[in-house]
Structures are given as C-alpha cells and as structure tokens.
C-alpha cells in the first residue's frame, strides 16, 4: 500500500524558518524525481521545487528559489524542503508527488499518482 505523509509544518512569522519532511512507503522512491507541490488559500496548486533520483538536479518555482532547498535522503525514502525567509504569501498546504519529468524540467505531480497525503499546513504571519 502506498503511503505518503508531510509533516513539520505550522504558524511561523515572516522571515522564520521551517523544515518540511514526506516519508513514503510502498513505492519505489529513489527511482523517481520528486517535488514539493502547494496550494494555498483559493489558489490552484502549484509545483514549487523537484529533485532528481539521485538528488544531482534540482529545480525550484522563481517565488521560492533562493529561500528554499529541496533535498532527499534515499536510504530512508524520506523528502525534505527547508524554508527560510519565509513569506505571508508562502502560507499555503504543503505536500509532496512524484514528479512527471525526471529531469525536473517542470514540476508536475506523475499521472499516475493518486495516494496523495494530507499535507501540511505553513501558515506565515506578517
């Protein structure tokens, strides 16, 4: 059974920090690029950062890059994204997806994908 989970969000002021993590069972993680996804309040959900397999390529949303890193670690098929200089605009649901692009050329969740997680909710304060 496939099985994706965030974790390590909450309510932080502008320019704070937070690590975000997606641990994953059931699939075979580190054969796939993955990415961070977001959705915040009355908007679409948007990719915002992926990682290759191997972790050597990664790609962040222009809004994020600089402030975020995505990172992974294979051996636990666990997801990282660090946050720092956090914005009110970054306040939004947080998950994580499989990516269709292997080379992270754009952040889309893979077609396939379906065992979403409840995400994880960043709320930034002004």
């Known amino acids: 059974q496939v099985q994706v989970a965030e974790s390590g969000g909450g309510l932080v002021q502008a320019g704070e920090s937070l690590r975000l993590s997606c641990t994953t069972s059931?699939?075979?993680?580190?054969?796939?690029?993955w990415g961070w996804f977001r959705q915040g309040p009355g908007k679409l959900r948007e990719g915002i950062a992926c990682?290759?397999?191997?972790?050597?390529?990664?790609e962040y949303q222009s809004a994020v890059k600089g402030r975020f890193t995505i990172s992974r670690d294979n051996a636990v098929n666990t997801l990282y994204l660090e946050m720092n200089n956090l914005k009110p605009d970054d306040t939004a649901t947080y998950y994580c997806?499989?990516?269709?692009?292997?080379?992270?050329?754009?952040?889309?969740?893979?077609?396939?994908?379906?065992?979403w997680g409840q995400g994880t909710q960043v709320t930034v304060s002004s």
């Open positions: 997806a499989p990516v269709s692009s292997p080379y992270c050329t754009y952040v889309r969740p893979a077609v396939d994908f379906a065992a």
């Open positions: 059931g699939l075979p993680f580190g054969d796939s690029s």
């Open positions: 990682i290759t397999s191997g972790g050597g390529m990664k």
